[in-house]
């Protein structure tokens, strides 16, 4: 008598190109992602060494498929192997431009190269894969692979990009992938030409590669890092390497081999996702016990999951609320914490955790009201608090930067949204610079902002809540000071200079004395709740700490300061790409060399320690950074550039005094230094803080003098 599985099927197999067919044949393919599964989330060295593995005839382990309703197939485990496959076929030379957008998590795919004769390879390594992507179009480190190239070898890159007339035009991110190619590399050519050349065309493959490499590659300007390709042109060269008898030996029957690779398929029945509901514990879901030793899912991310297994129709309408703007997880986070307080007449609504979620959307009264706001008024909410912190036209705040905002302080743009919610008038300018000062100044300097909003949410209604009586409320009758005063520049200014320039004070004991203009302003907000002369002067260390260490490395105020030099010159950047790239198309530039100061000796401490301060550093384009040069003075750095990099007169004064390495005992050149930093530092702060007029909600010191 033979028992029934009931839960697995008959064990299936997929080729390579069948795989790949799953995204490139989107609309022919039956296999698709469910509503449970999350964004691609592998690095870029994960793709290369994948590839690596394939072609070496390493085992990748196997995929797992359920069979859905329409007798399609949904993949539960695998997306990652899934789409690195693809990435091998992905041909972009020889793709319709309305197929390019039909892969299952990405808008910019990368392509995938090989080094068919790398002179260096890693340890691990013995096929070099080069992977490039839209903010890394000369890709990565050949040796260490997870790294970034140097500056002075993108900028390298970059001038051979622009050598090519079809690449003047823009920042680097808008060139075209079909004119890049990776530096770091000796002899490359796109992985999919290889695997087009050998498996369609037997007997003439070399013929057909060489002919799709001249066609389609911009060869007469391929130069890379160790290549010029001056005695012998590229496609010569790879002529004669695809003629050698290594390369036949390894790559051309190593590519071969791929018809024969299946990647084991295991399939369970439908029936087997409907137990979820079974389910209990930290990780409710099968996906997510499939993937714990992957990389793992997050709170939001599964919290979206099963948001999109209870109303599947509503995806496309929560990833057109968050556009690019923020992750469609973090829109179901935000929309369902909103339903949360309005049917809980308006109160504060806490996080919600997984299990939260899983028990709140079996109520009718919660699931009708999150399903009434996706489908209803949150597409124009989430619009107007983008458009409110982009002001457009009035501060032109970088949409980098105000992305940076709604992800890393979702609890004060959850307030902003409940506030848009509620007010029915039109939003006045004022009332916008006065949203833009309490957000920037909570994000970069509260303490405690989960804590801050619960204190206020309940006066978000108030027609006066962007005010200095309301915003006031946490650390005027708390005493754990979650928030403070916002130090007026003047008074910032005096101090620093004449501590740190002055009496060169080390950072460990910039303290202000108990008589000073701001330890006075602090006192303001404690005398009422402390009564206790320690505790006191505890307190107003405490938040001074929290102070001058967060302006000491807020860098979103350096581009806030810079806004009009990243609007123009990255205006297009778009920040939410789901393969994880490294960093953005700008440079965190040191103006005073970092190189100057680390591990070197006879350094005074505070030139070491004020070099990584906000107020020396700049973003800058690699077009106009130099960095790799670490002679040039900061003089010599900034003379061209000096509106694009925030310099102002009172800075440049000492900047431009700065000739080389500052050691020990050089007084007066310690001094330079520590003044050009200093001044820049505080500029930043009062283009800040001035702009959004801060001092009217966050300071208790007399605006006029």
């Not at 919660?366 to 409110?388: P, R």
Request: net charge negative; with cysteine; aromatic share 12%.
């Amino acid at each position: 008598m033979s028992i029934e599985n009931k839960t697995i099927e008959k064990p299936l197999s997929f080729g390579l190109s069948k795989i790949a067919s799953w995204q490139l044949d989107f609309d022919n393919s039956n296999v698709e992602l469910p509503a449970l599964q999350r964004s691609f989330v592998w690095k870029v060295n994960q793709v290369e060494s994948l590839w690596d593995s394939i072609l070496r005839g390493f085992p990748i382990g196997s995929l797992l498929l359920s069979k859905s309703e329409d007798e399609k197939y949904f993949l539960l485990d695998g997306q990652q192997r899934a789409t690195s496959i693809t990435f091998g076929f992905y041909d972009p030379w020889n793709i319709d431009e309305s197929e390019k957008g039909k892969f299952w998590s990405l808008k910019n795919v990368p392509t995938i190269w090989i080094d068919i004769a790398p002179k260096e390879k890693t340890a691990t390594q013995k096929f070099v894969f080069r992977v490039v992507t839209q903010s890394h179009p000369w890709g990565y480190q050949r040796i260490n692979h997870n790294s970034i190239l140097s500056v002075a070898d993108r900028r390298n890159a970059l001038n051979i990009f622009r050598e090519n007339p079809e690449n003047k035009k823009g920042g680097y991110i808008q060139i075209s992938p079909l004119n890049t190619f990776p530096y770091d590399a000796d002899l490359p050519i796109p992985f999919s030409f290889l695997v087009k050349s050998i498996l369609d065309n037997d007997k003439s493959w070399k013929a057909n590669l060489v002919a799709m490499c001249k066609e389609k590659l911009p060869t007469e300007y391929i130069k890379t890092k160790h290549n010029h390709f001056n005695e012998k042109s590229y496609l010569d060269q790879l002529q004669e390497v695809i003629d050698s008898a290594d390369f036949l030996n390894n790559i051309f029957c190593a590519v071969k081999n791929l018809v024969q690779v299946e990647i084991p398929t295991i399939v369970v029945k439908k029936e087997i996702l409907k137990a979820e509901d079974e389910q209990t514990g930290e990780d409710p879901t099968l996906f997510v016990r499939l993937n714990s030793s992957g990389t793992r899912i997050a709170g939001e991310e599964l919290i979206y999951s099963i948001y999109k297994a209870s109303f599947p129709e509503a995806k496309q309408l929560v990833e057109n609320i968050g556009a690019s703007f923020i992750a469609p997880s973090q829109v179901i986070s935000l929309v369902s914490r909103l339903a949360l307080s309005e049917i809980n007449e308006g109160s504060y609504p806490y996080p919600l955790s997984v299990n939260d979620f899983r028990k709140r959307i079996q109520d009718d009264k919660f699931k009708s009201k999150l399903h009434e706001l996706i489908g209803g008024n949150a597409k124009d909410i989430f619009s107007k608090a983008f458009n409110l912190l982009v002001s457009e036209n009035e501060f032109e705040i970088p949409i980098v930067l105000v992305k940076t905002l709604v992800k890393g302080s979702p609890e004060l743009f959850l307030m902003l949204l409940q506030w848009i919610k509620q007010n029915t008038k039109e939003i006045t300018a004022d009332e916008k610079r006065k949203v833009l000062a309490t957000i920037t100044a909570l994000s970069w300097f509260g303490r405690d902002n989960t804590k801050y909003v619960r204190e206020v949410w309940n006066s978000i209604s108030k027609n006066n809540f962007w005010s200095k009586e309301v915003l006031s409320i946490p650390y005027l009758n708390k005493k754990d000071f979650i928030m403070y005063p916002m130090i007026k520049p003047s008074s910032l200014r005096s101090y620093l200079l004449q501590s740190v320039v002055t009496e060169n004070v080390h950072w460990d004991n910039l303290y202000p004395s108990a008589n000073s203009e701001i330890v006075k302003i602090y006192n303001s907000i404690l005398s009422n709740e402390i009564e206790q002369e320690t505790e006191i002067a505890n307190s107003t260390k405490g938040i001074w700490d929290n102070f001058i260490n967060k302006l000491f490395w807020c860098k979103p105020l350096v581009l806030f300061a810079q806004r009009k030099y990243i609007n123009d010159s990255f205006g297009d950047f778009n920040q939410m790409e789901n393969l994880e790239d490294t960093n953005t198309p700008w440079d965190w530039d040191h103006i005073y060399p970092a190189s100057w100061v680390y591990a070197k000796w006879y350094i005074n401490p505070n030139t070491k320690h004020w070099t990584n301060a906000i107020g020396n550093f700049r973003a800058l384009s690699l077009e106009e950074n130099r960095s790799e040069n670490n002679s040039l003075s900061p003089k010599d750095r900034l003379v061209n550039v000096k509106e694009q990099s925030f310099i102002k007169e009172n800075d440049w004064e000492f900047w431009s005094r700065i000739s080389g390495r500052i050691n020990e005992g050089e007084n007066e050149m310690i001094k330079n230094h520590l003044s050009a930093i200093v001044n820049r530092l505080c500029n930043i702060y009062e283009e800040w803080y001035s702009t959004l007029n801060v001092g009217e909600l966050f300071s208790y010191e007399k605006q006029n003098s």
